[in-house]
């Protein structure tokens, strides 16, 4: 917490604002949105990818190849500000699903991020060479993402 605290105040901006209650809300606001932000991009990439994968769009290498490179460079993306200790769905319920245990057990949720990446990395190299490249890839990427929600997203 204290760490949080520390982290949280170097980086708010407005330094006249005295009460110190109102700087840790209004930057855990920011941080959540942040990090909400990159999960919608995650799924706005990754549904181009499934959609393909289905059948439900027509195949296009430069498409693929883009949408899988966008999940290549989330993931590989230090976005670690965007977390900061506090903004828990415990101390913070019904702004964020991110669960008190993505915290108390780290380093495991950095864990689960880089199966993520390892998975996103293995699809940017070929989504680009062929329908059947994506669709062998895919479900690594679903399963990272589905392990780290199983263990870390509150369901609702
Ligand atoms: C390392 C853990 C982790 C990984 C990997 C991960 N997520 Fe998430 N995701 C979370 C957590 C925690 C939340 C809840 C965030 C919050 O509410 O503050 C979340 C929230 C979301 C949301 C809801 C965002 C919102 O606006 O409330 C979507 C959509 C999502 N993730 C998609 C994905 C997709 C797609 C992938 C894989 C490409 C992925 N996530 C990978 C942990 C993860």
């Given at each position: 917490m204290k760490h949080g605290l520390k982290l949280i105040c170097s980086l708010v901006?407005?330094?006249?604002?005295?009460?110190t209650q109102t700087i840790a809300q209004d930057s855990f606001d920011n941080a959540i949105k942040a990090r909400k932000s990159v999960m919608a991009l995650y799924a706005w990439n990754l549904g181009q990818l499934g959609a393909m994968a289905k059948g439900e769009a027509d195949y296009n290498a430069e498409a693929a190849a883009t949408a899988a490179e966008n999940i290549r460079i989330l993931a590989t993306m230090n976005n670690g500000a965007a977390w900061p200790q506090g903004s828990d769905s415990t101390a913070l319920p019904g702004k964020t699903r991110a669960k008190v245990e993505a915290w108390t057990t780290y380093p495991e949720s950095a864990e689960l991020n880089k199966s993520l990446a390892t998975a996103a990395i293995a699809m940017a190299e070929v989504?680009?060479?062929?329908?059947e490249n994506v669709q062998a890839n895919i479900g690594a990427i679903g399963s990272a993402c589905s392990a780290c929600h199983d263990k870390f997203r509150e369901s609702q």
């Open positions: 901006f407005a330094v006249s604002v005295s009460n989504a680009g060479n062929g329908l």
